[in-house]
Each structure stands twice: as C-alpha cells, then as structure tokens.
C-alpha cells in the first residue's frame, strides 16, 4: 500500500460524501422552504436526530471501530473473515430489531429526553408521531454501516459512499409527492427516513455479495470472537454514549428557544458538508489501513498514512473553516431564506455557523487521531477524554445559556471538540514515532495556514463591497458563487506557490490507480 493510494481513497470517498452532502443540502433548502423553522420543522429535526443518534451509538461509530479492525485483521491473515461478518450481522439485526420495538413503544420519553421544552406544546405530540414512524430506520442503516465496514476493508470505498446519497434523495423526492399530492408534509418525511433506510441495505447487500461475502441467515449465538468483540466495543459503545449526551444537552438548550432547534439544525448540516467530505472520508481509510499495517508491523507505513491523513485533512479544513467564520451570514442567506425561512432565522443560523465554523479544524482532526487508537484495540482511552469532553460540553452550555441564550449550545460544542482533541493528541505520544509528525507536514503546515488566512482577508474583502447585492434575490447567489470561487482561487493558487502542496501530488491524487 503506497501513500498515494491511500490519498487515492480520501479522494474517493470525499467526492461521493460531496456529492452525498451536496445532496443533503438540496433537501434542507427544500425542508426550509417548505416548513420554515415551525412546528413541523423543529418536530421533524427531534424526530429523525433519535434513529441518527443511537446509530452513531451502535453501528458507524462504537461497533464499526471495534469491527472493522478485526475484520481487516482477519482479511489480512486469511482467516474465516465471512464467517465473523456472519455472526456480527445477524447478531445486530436480532439486536437492533428488539431494541427498535422497545423504542417506539417508549417514545414520549425519547423526546423528552432529547427536548424537553416541547413539553406542553403542539410541537411534542408532532414529534412523538413521526418519531415512531422513523425509528426503524436506525435497524437498516446500522446493518448498511456493518456491511460498509466489509466493504472498506477491502478497499471497495466508492459504494459505501454512493448509497448515503439515498436519505437525501429519498426526502427529496418524498417532500415534491407530498407538495403535489396534498399528503402530510411531516408524516411523509418520517417515512421517507425508514424508505432510505431500506434502499441503502438492499443496496450495499447486493455490493457485499459482488465481493464474494455470504452473509446466510443463521442463528444469533455468541461465538468467541464476538466476545472478544464486544469487549473491544463496549467502551467506544460508552464513549459514543457520552458523544451523544453531548447532543442531546445541546439540543436540550436549544428547545427553550422556538426555532433554534431548526437553526442549530441547519448551520450544523453546513459545516457537516467539509467534515463530511475530509473528516469522514478520512476516517474511513484510514482506520482499516492502520489496522493492516500494524498486522504487517509496519511502523514506517503508518506513521506515513498518518501525516498524509493530517495533512490532507487540514489542507481543506483550515480554508472551509474561515470561510464558514467570515461569510457566514452570506452562505446562509442564499442557502436558507425563501419562502417560510425570515431574515431573523437567516441571522440566528449564521451565528451558529460562524461558532461550528471555529470548531471545523478540531472535528476533522477527532477522525484523524482516534483511528490511532481503534486500530491498536485501544477503545478505553477515547472513552476517558470523552467524558473529560463532555463535562466541558455540559459546564459550557448551561453556563453560558443566561449570557447569550441557546448560542450556548455551539459554543460549547466547539470547546469541547479542542479539548478532544488535545486529549487524543497527548494520549497518542504514547505511540512512539508512528504517531508523530514528520518533517514534510511541519515545513507544510504554517503555509497552509497562511494562505487560509490570506483567502479569509479576501473573502472579508469581498462581501463588504457585495453586502447590497448579496441581500438582492436573483443577485445573491451569483454573487457569492463569485466570492467564493474568488478565494478557492487565491487559497489553491498560495497554498502551490509557496508549498503548501505539488501539482505532482495534486495530479497523483485524481490520477487513476490500476
């Protein structure tokens, strides 16, 4: 495996998660158009965040970084890769569906669990229903996360990335029936969740079986392997756990206020667009390339992978960052407000974007460092440093609530990202030079943040003169797709003229792999 290979995987999963989130973002423009930041709206975003949340709890984040390194192990070594694969699949699925039952039978609790403030109003009995008609979808999509784990391990990147364009096209398509038909726009949203679900499954299934896996229905039974799985899951299952009480605290602050729960929603699906294309692409490669070159015992190789992962993730996360700070209220205004979306909720989401923005470069890097750990078995340490994270998150948002309101909920995620992320940092010297910076990412570095800063000052520049015609419909949008294209200009035309990057490595990463 060389480097460029490895890039060669960052591009291609950070193309189709591109085109995935560009998507996504289709369809919050439609959600805003068509509900504005309303009852339905903010219902909508309780409802569909509950299946989303206990996904990142079980499958794409605890269960993935505990199995998709044993898997990679056993590809590696020749061993009954299938078989283990078999056995976590149905052993989910049986998991998964009593859990699922369980949930949507309970789901007045669900949602006073994650917002209590719609207790009392029309906004809770609207979010209990289309709760309980979304929840499956955590089954199907977490049997997908498990199945792209397989996939990933063998390198196979582009599908696992293609199917999550389904939820967004799904929604779209659900929202235009519904607009056309005269269904119940909420009702019909909460089942396009659950449809999406099922197209993703069938979709990857079909990939799994391309490849040559079998997964034959069998009985769930507790093999040692499993065990062994579990044992290595539990605390990312718990560090999970205490990432998602980060959520619901911020979602929880946010429901106090009406309509902040659709404007966190939104600048969140914002700023997800960069940590979507770098972050998580990067964390899907990295991590089962890691865990092969440990079972190769190759240091010099992964210390290697690490740098061009840290350095390719900061190359394009340093510039989404001050972008995201300093022509915030710009991106929203052409993105979100039309129809039932006003300029007061335009403003409050810009302010919410402007603080994830800052918290942009210690999101990407979270996805970077903890493969360190998950692809040595270390899943106790990532749980340690996010409790210390969480009870920042938590000290942060009910601090600072009476001082400037429900902005205390991005804030205080954005804090408690850096603290993460210095956490993980530290924890991994432990490492030794596997873990460390090269001499290539620290003459690197300082030139990408230069030009970052140089695009920033450009951008700022730029939108002073524009401010009128940036706030005039039919004008706004051309105007800050020539701001923005603007400073991509200036940032890739620095960051090469001083060093920050090749066009060899820039030509290398596009160029077909045979």
Do not use: C
Not at 262 to 287: E, K, M, S
């Amino acid at each position: 495996m060389k480097p460029v290979r490895l890039v060669k995987g960052f591009v291609t999963v950070g193309f189709w998660t591109l085109v995935s989130r560009v998507a996504g973002l289709v369809r919050d423009i439609f959600l805003a158009r068509y509900l504005g930041d309303g009852t339905v709206a903010q219902a909508f975003v309780v409802a569909q965040s509950l299946p989303n949340m206990f996904r990142r709890f079980f499958a794409e984040g605890a269960f993935n970084f505990a199995f998709v390194p044993m898997f990679a192990k056993k590809v590696e070594a020749g061993e009954d890769a299938q078989g283990f694969a078999g056995d976590a699949f149905w052993g989910m699925a049986a998991f998964l569906a009593l859990f699922s039952a369980v949930a949507i039978l309970l789901m007045p609790g669900l949602v006073v669990l994650m917002a209590s403030g719609f207790v009392g109003d029309d906004r809770f009995d609207v979010a209990v229903t289309l709760g309980r008609i979304a929840f499956a979808y955590i089954l199907f999509i977490s049997l997908t996360a498990l199945m792209s784990g397989m996939l990933n391990a063998a390198g196979k990147f582009a599908v696992t990335s293609v199917v999550t364009v389904l939820l967004s096209l799904t929604m779209i398509a659900g929202m235009l029936l519904a607009a056309r038909m005269g269904w119940d726009m909420g009702r019909t949203l909460a089942w396009s969740v659950t449809v999406s679900g099922v197209l993703q499954l069938l979709a990857t299934w079909a990939a799994v079986r391309h490849l040559g896996y079998r997964l034959a229905f069998r009985w769930p039974h507790l093999t040692p392997d499993l065990k062994r799985l579990a044992v290595i899951a539990a605390p990312a299952v718990l560090a999970g756990g205490v990432v998602q009480i980060n959520l619901i605290v911020g979602r929880q602050v946010a429901s106090l206020t009406d309509g902040a729960v659709v404007w966190l929603y939104n600048a969140d699906r914002i700023y997800q667009l960069p940590l979507g294309v770098v972050g998580i692409a990067i964390g899907i490669v990295l991590l089962p390339d890691l865990s092969r070159r440990l079972r190769a015992e190759d240091h010099e190789g992964s210390r290697a992978s690490f740098n061009r992962g840290t350095e390719f993730a900061l190359l394009l996360t340093l510039p989404a960052a001050v972008a995201l700070m300093v022509i915030a209220l710009p991106i929203i205004s052409v993105l979100f407000q039309r129809g039932e979306y006003g300029p007061e909720a335009t403003a409050s989401t810009a302010w919410a974007l402007a603080a994830y923005g800052a918290g942009l470069p210690a999101f990407v890097l979270h996805k970077v460092l903890q493969p360190l750990f998950y692809a040595r078995e270390d899943t106790r340490s990532p749980f340690r440093y996010a409790v210390i994270s969480m009870v920042v998150n938590a000290a942060l948002a009910i601090g600072l609530l009476p001082l400037i309101g429900w902005l205390a909920a991005a804030v205080a995620t954005t804090a408690a990202a850096w603290v993460m992320v210095w956490q993980l940092w530290h924890g991994s010297r432990a490492m030794g030079d596997a873990a460390r910076l090269d001499d290539r990412f620290r003459y690197r570095l300082p030139r990408i943040a230069f030009a970052s800063a140089l695009m920033g000052a450009v951008l700022w520049g730029l939108s002073l003169p524009l401010a009128g015609t940036l706030a005039t419909p039919g004008l706004r949008t051309p105007a800050l797709g020539g701001i923005v294209l603007a400073g991509m200009a200036v940032y890739f035309g620095t960051v090469l003229a001083i060093g920050g990057m090749s066009w060899v490595e820039l030509k290398g990463a596009f160029r077909r792999q045979r």
